[in-house]
C-alpha cells in the first residue's frame, strides 16, 4: 500500500497561497498572470476576477489562451524555425512562408501518388513571429500534417519532411532572389516539451516587448486556414506561387 499524504506544513504552505491569491484578486493587486495561473482561473470561470483593465495583465491573458491552445487544442507535431538572413522584409517573409506551406502540401500530395488533396487535408500552420537578440525577424511555426509523407525513401517521418523543406527553400530563394532561408525542425515528442516551446515562442508577445519595440507581434502572428489562401490541389495546381499583397492581422482577430 502506497503512503502518500500530504503533511502539515505543504497544507499550510498551499492554503496561505490560495488565500494570498484570493485576497490579491480582490484587491485587484495582480500584477502577473503565469500560464499556470491563468489555467487555473480559467477552469474555474474566474478570469474576470483579474485585474483585466491593466493592459500588461490583458495581454499576458490574451498570450496564455494562446500558448493554451497551442498545448490543449491545436494538434501540431513539428516546430518549424526559420530565417530570412539581415532584417528581411516583413511581406517577403510572409510571402516565403506562404509558398512553403503550398509547396510542402504539393509535395505530399505527389509524394502520396495521389490525384487531388482537398482543404481538410492541407496542412495547417501556425507562425509566431520573434526578433530575438540581433533583431533579425524569424518564425516560429508550429506544423500540422493531416497527411503524413510516404517515407520509403527517407527513412523516417521526420527526415522526409527535412529534405521536403531543405529542396523548397533552396528553390524559393532562387526564385525570389532573396537572403539565405535557413531551418531548424523539432518533433514535438512530449506534451511537456509542447509547453516549453510554445512560452518560448511567445516570449515576445507581451507588454514589455510591445512598449520597448513600438511593435506587437499579434498584428503579424498567421494562421494558415484563415490568413493564406488555401485551395484543393490537383496535378494541374502551378509548382511556384507567385508574391501576393494581403491584409494584415489585428490583435481582434485573435478573438474570432
Known amino acids: ?37 491563468y489555467k487555473s482561473l480559467n477552469k474555474t470561470d474566474d478570469l474576470h476576477k ?9 495581454q499576458a491573458c490574451v498570450r496564455n489562451a494562446l500558448i493554451d491552445d497551442l498545448v ?52 495547417r500552420w501556425v507562425c509566431l513571429p520573434e526578433k530575438g537578440q540581433h533583431k533579425h525577424l524569424h518564425y516560429n511555426c508550429f506544423l500540422d500534417f493531416k497527411l503524413k509523407p510516404n517515407i520509403k525513401t527517407y527513412g523516417d517521418e521526420w527526415n522526409g519532411i527535412r529534405v521536403a523543406l531543405t529542396q523548397t527553400f533552396k528553390s524559393i530563394q532562387k526564385q525570389l532572389d532573396c537572403q539565405q532561408i535557413d531551418f531548424k525542425l523539432y518533433d514535438k515528442k512530449r506534451k511537456k516539451t509542447a509547453l516549453k516551446t510554445a512560452i518560448y515562442s511567445t516570449k515576445e508577445m507581451t507588454s514589455n516587448f510591445i512598449n ?23 496535378k494541374r495546381s502551378p509548382i511556384k506561387l507567385k508574391r501576393r499583397i494581403r491584409p494584415e492581422n489585428t490583435l481582434e482577430s485573435f478573438f474570432k
Request: aromatic fraction near 12%; charge should be negative.
Open 50 to 58: 483579474l485585474p483585466l483593465h491593466k493592459e500588461h495583465i490583458q
Open 72 to 123: 490543449e487544442t491545436y494538434e501540431w507535431q513539428y516546430w518549424l524555425v526559420v530565417t530570412f538572413g539581415q532584417k528581411p522584409d516583413k511581406s517577403l517573409v510572409e510571402d516565403i512562408l506562404e509558398m512553403t506551406h503550398y509547396r510542402i502540401d504539393r509535395w505530399l500530395m505527389t509524394n502520396n501518388k495521389l490525384d487531388y488533396l482537398s482543404i481538410s487535408d492541407r496542412s
Open 212 to 234: 520597448e519595440n513600438e511593435e506587437d507581434h499579434f498584428a503579424s502572428y498567421i494562421r494558415s486556414w484563415q490568413d493564406w489562401n488555401i485551395a484543393p490541389l490537383n
Open 1 to 37: 500500500m502506497c503512503n502518500s499524504y500530504i503533511t502539515a506544513e505543504t497544507f499550510n504552505s498551499i492554503k496561505t497561497s490560495n488565500d494570498v491569491l484570493k485576497t490579491r484578486l480582490s484587491e485587484n493587486n495582480v500584477n502577473d498572470v503565469s500560464y499556470d495561473l
